[in-house]
């Protein structure tokens, strides 16, 4: 448990003393990357919690959902439809899904400690 808070620790701390200007033309991808990455890491916290997190199937997903949603980004521009938006209506579902399931967890075992 204590390992994904240190990367997150560590990415904030790069993030912040590393200046990176990024390309205005390249913001959406990236954009839809981050949120892709944030549903593989709010799932990997939810598997996690219930004893179910398996590294290989984290990984897979982190960087699969990535690529596919970048991809799908990219396919879209080329064909002059916004696809991005299904991206963000899916990950933004799960996202709220994972994190309904987070706080379940966490209330129940609140509850819990305090009987």
Do not use: E
């Not at 990997?44 to 997190?53: E, I, Q, W, Y």
């Not at 897979?60 to 064909?79: D, P, Q």
Request: glycine share 12%; net charge positive.
């Amino acid at each position: 448990m204590i390992t994904p808070i240190i990367g997150l620790v560590l990415g904030i701390v790069i993030g912040y003393f590393l200046p990176f200007d990024l390309p205005a033309g390249d913001t959406l991808y990236v954009a839809i990357g981050i949120l892709a990455c944030m549903d593989s890491v709010l799932g990997g916290l939810r598997a996690t919690l219930t004893d179910k997190f398996q590294l290989d199937i984290f990984l897979s997903g982190f960087f699969g959902n990535a690529v596919i949603a970048v991809v799908l980004v990219y396919v879209g521009n080329i064909l002059g439809i916004s696809l991005y938006i299904a991206a963000i209506v899916m990950y933004g579902i799960r996202l709220f899904q994972n994190f309904a399931a987070i706080r379940r967890h966490g209330l129940i075992f609140w509850q819990r400690q305090k009987k």
